[in-house]
């Protein structure tokens, strides 16, 4: 060996190829690498192991961790499957650590344990060298007479507790005098009598002292048990024995008792005689085979009865203690234990209660014997659907088996209410009991216990559950469980379809959605008027119109409570709708004055506005109003006013008449009144000179009738008649035009 591996206290082992630490990135550690632990105590040892994550791209996993002290067949054998350890040997491994935990420990257990892990590396199998060494010593008194007292029956003497190897830690002690617990080093000075005994302890470990020894002379009070460690299978009988003695006077009464374990749950608030016990009545027997000697035989023995039983004598001045601990008393059955390994699960048969060196097992597969099976360790074919068992000196093991097809259990039947309590509890029959996983549609859950809280259930959690049972024999599956979370409606949303502008129209879907269970049930509402209820929620406007804009809003509800949504704005959009033109002020239009027009159009957004006059290309204004100030003829005529946004146009014509001023009016009035008063002129000279012209004919008439009147002639008559009739209808028409 290097000297830097003797230093360090191990080296490791690849296959044959010896690493020393610091060089190579797998290795193990155990400290301390010597122990010494007191014979019939338990023992502790630890390692620690390290390995690289990757090997030639490869994830590197542990596979197997084991202790073990012999090699058989060029193998290790794992100290679970030696039999002189059965029942006795626990791992407790995790987090690259291992813990060898040895119980009852027996002067054979003294030896070189080695720690070995096995990976999924072709070359992965290490293990720690040279181990931790275990020794393994009792305890007893050595006493030397110093000096003698006085008295015929007293010696100063010093008393030492004497152990084979300094236990680990450095050990204190514990001194029992007659049976009495008294404080001590590991040795001292005292006065002895001849009726004094002395028996010794390492502290921590008082339940296994040394048998009492006689200082001065031999015939001292004392108590020797005969094992301090005894096992037995439930249902079976067992002695417990010990020797006693009484120095100066005969003894008057003697008892068995049970003392309370730790480790398990008795309860005796003080110590009673075991003939006395309801408990134990009918069960136990005090045997006296000779002067000296007692046996207590426990019959049909019990889990229960696994305890430390003492025995206490009386004489007429003396008392034996009943704190000097006695024998120790283990009930068990045979056990079969399930070892993993790389090739598989192994079993093997344990039992704290080995009768012979090379103890006999028999088999049992599903009940029946398997034939030619007496080896610790079940050679044949596992099947997951068998179970297996061991017998051991007719006493037998439960069977093992790989887990029954699980059960789930929901905690309360009916609806499941969110924000309530719910739990689902996996349950399988197996042995070795299984562990139980969750998965929740094929995701494996976090929870690794056989029961599933969820202490205030979400919405969330909805879905099908199910549970695996696994243990070293097998692994089943359970049927899928539907947990449906019920829960009223949450966060109403509304929603409107075609996105985007709405054009007057156009056909429009309204969408009312809530996270519910059972599904919601939709009101519509505008402006706090009830429109559609139903449970799809949603609300169509085939061909939309404006006056279908406004605020809309629903409600959602179930039968576990309803909310209301946030309000959505329906805009719809549209072209300008015809313009309607106004003027102001309204009436006659005269120039010079200021006048105003106003355009405005029913649109979706709000139209812009452009006029135009008649026979001008360009615009003349902008805007909704147009105002023309100090107006003139000219600006008489038709004007058009379009309205347009980005839908569309639309547009009116207005005649705009302007009438004249105040001076023209005037000027208009002079020209007027002098063409009447010319028209009167003239009309007048007419008529007076027609008037003239009658009144002369008028004369002639006269005239020419009075020669006719004077001369009687007939013909002139009728021509005067004739010209009168005729000068009278020229006068009438004169008259009358």
Same mark, same amino acid.
């Given at each position: 060996m290097s000297v830097t591996a003797a230093a360090s206290g191990f080296v490791v082992l690849l296959l044959t190829v010896t690493v020393v630490q610091g060089e190579d990135p797998w290795g193990v550690r155990c400290t301390p690498t010597q122990i010494c632990a007191v014979k019939g105590?338990?023992?502790?040892?630890?390692?620690?192991?390290?390995?690289?994550?990757?090997?030639?791209?490869?994830?590197?996993?542990?596979?197997?961790?084991?202790?073990?002290?012999?090699?058989?067949?060029?193998?290790?054998?794992?100290?679970?499957?030696?039999?002189?350890?059965?029942?006795?040997?626990?791992?407790d491994c995790g987090n690259k650590a291992c813990t060898l935990t040895i119980t009852d420990l027996r002067d054979s257990d003294s030896d070189?344990?080695?720690?070995?892990?096995?990976?999924?590396?072709?070359?992965?199998?290490?293990?720690?060298?040279?181990?931790?060494?275990?020794?393994?010593?009792g305890v007893q008194v050595l006493t030397t007479k110093l000096s003698a007292c006085k008295t015929y029956d007293c010696s100063w003497s010093r008393v030492e507790c004497q152990t084979s190897c300094s236990p680990t830690p450095s050990p204190s002690y514990i001194w029992f005098k007659n049976g009495q617990k008294t404080s001590g080093e590991k040795s001292y000075n005292d006065y002895f009598y001849s009726a004094d005994s002395i028996s010794c302890a390492v502290r921590g470990h008082e339940d296994?002292?040394?048998?009492?020894?006689c200082v001065h002379g031999n015939s001292c009070d004392r108590v020797n048990y005969i094992n301090r460690n005894i096992c037995a299978f439930k249902g079976s009988s067992v002695d417990i024995s010990c020797s006693y003695n009484s120095h100066y006077y005969s003894i008057t009464s003697k008892s068995w008792l049970v003392a309370e374990r730790k480790d398990v749950q008795l309860y005796r608030p003080q110590?009673?005689?075991?003939?006395?016990d309801p408990e134990f009545t009918a069960r136990v027997q005090v045997l006296d085979p000779e002067p000296g000697r007692s046996t207590l035989r426990i019959m049909n023995l019990r889990l229960s009865d696994s305890a430390q039983y003492r025995f206490t004598?009386?004489?007429?001045?003396?008392?034996?203690?009943?704190?000097?601990?006695?024998?120790?008393?283990?009930?068990?059955?045979?056990?079969?234990?399930?070892?993993?390994?790389?090739?598989?699960?192994?079993?093997?048969?344990?039992?704290?209660?080995?009768?012979?060196?090379?103890?006999?097992?028999?088999?049992?597969?599903?009940?029946?014997?398997?034939?030619?099976?007496?080896?610790?360790?079940?050679?044949?074919?596992?099947?997951?659907?068998?179970?297996?068992?061991?017998?051991?000196?007719?006493?037998h093991s439960s069977p093992v088996y790989a887990p029954k097809a699980p059960l789930v259990q929901l905690?309360? $039947?009916?609806?499941?209410?969110?924000? +309530? &309590?719910? @739990?689902?509890?996996? =349950?399988?029959?197996?042995n070795p009991p299984p562990a139980y996983t969750w998965y929740k549609e094929n995701q494996t859950l976090l929870n690794r216990a056989a029961q599933l809280v969820f202490r205030s259930i979400r919405s969330s959690d909805s879905g099908e559950y199910y549970c695996t049972a696994e243990n070293a024999l097998g692994k089943t599956t359970s049927k899928r469980v539907l947990i449906n979370v019920k829960y009223a409606p949450q966060s109403s949303s509304v929603s409107v379809s075609p996105s985007g502008e709405i054009m007057e129209g156009s056909s429009v879907n309204l969408t009312c959605s809530s996270d519910a269970n059972p599904a919601a049930n939709y009101t519509w509402y505008k402006e706090?008027?009830?429109?559609?209820?139903? $449970?799809?929620?949603?609300?169509?406007? +085939? &061909?939309? @119109?404006?006056?279908? =804009?406004?605020?809309?809003?629903?409600?959602?509800e179930n039968q576990y409570g309803r909310i209301n949504s946030t309000s959505l704005h329906l805009d719809v959009q549209y072209a300008p709708k015809p313009p309607s033109v106004s003027v102001s002020p309204s009436g006659e239009i005269m120039e010079g004055s200021s006048v105003t027009l106003t355009c405005s159009s029913d649109a979706n957004p709000a139209a812009h506005y452009t006029w135009y006059k008649e026979d001008e290309d360009s615009p003349t204004a902008s805007g909704q109003n147009f105002t023309i100030t100090n107006i003139t003829a000219e600006h008489g005529g038709k004007y058009q006013c379009e309205a347009q946004n980005t839908h569309g146009r639309s547009n009116t014509t207005l005649h705009l008449t302007v009438g004249a001023g105040k001076l023209v009016m005037i000027m208009h009035i002079i020209w007027v009144t002098l063409v009447v008063v010319v028209l009167v002129l003239v009309l007048v000279w007419t008529l007076w000179t027609r008037m003239k012209k009658t009144l002369s004919l008028k004369s002639e008439v006269n005239e020419a009738v009075e020669m006719k009147e004077s001369h009687n002639c007939p013909v002139y008559e009728n021509f005067t008649a004739a010209a009168q009739t005729e000068d009278t209808e020229d006068y009438e028409n004169l008259v009358w035009r």
């Open positions: 105590s338990k023992v502790q040892i630890r390692c620690s192991y390290w390995h690289p994550s990757r090997v030639d791209d490869h994830d590197v996993a542990v596979e197997k961790t084991f202790w073990f002290t012999k090699v058989q067949d060029s193998e290790p054998v794992d100290l679970r499957s030696a039999s002189e350890y059965t029942g006795r040997v626990k791992y070189v344990y080695q720690f070995s892990f096995t990976t999924n590396q072709p070359t992965g199998s290490f293990t720690g060298s040279p181990g931790v060494s275990l020794s393994v010593t296994f002292p040394s048998a009492p020894v110590a009673v005689d075991l003939l006395n004598f009386k004489s007429q001045k003396f008392e034996w203690e009943r704190s000097f601990p006695g024998t120790t008393l283990t009930v068990t059955d045979p056990d079969v234990q399930v070892i993993c390994s790389p090739i598989g699960p192994t079993l093997t048969c344990h039992s704290s209660c080995l009768l012979s060196a090379r103890p006999s097992f028999v088999w049992f597969k599903n009940g029946r014997e398997v034939h030619g099976e007496t080896s610790p360790t079940f050679r044949g074919l596992l099947h997951p659907e068998n179970n297996y068992s061991c017998a051991y000196e007719h006493h905690s309360q $039947p009916g609806d499941i209410l969110k924000d +309530s &309590s719910v @739990s689902l509890t996996c =349950s399988s029959d197996a706090n008027r009830a429109l559609l209820q139903g $449970p799809e929620g949603v609300y169509r406007l +085939s &061909s939309i @119109s404006s006056g279908d =804009s406004g605020v809309y809003s629903c409600k959602s």
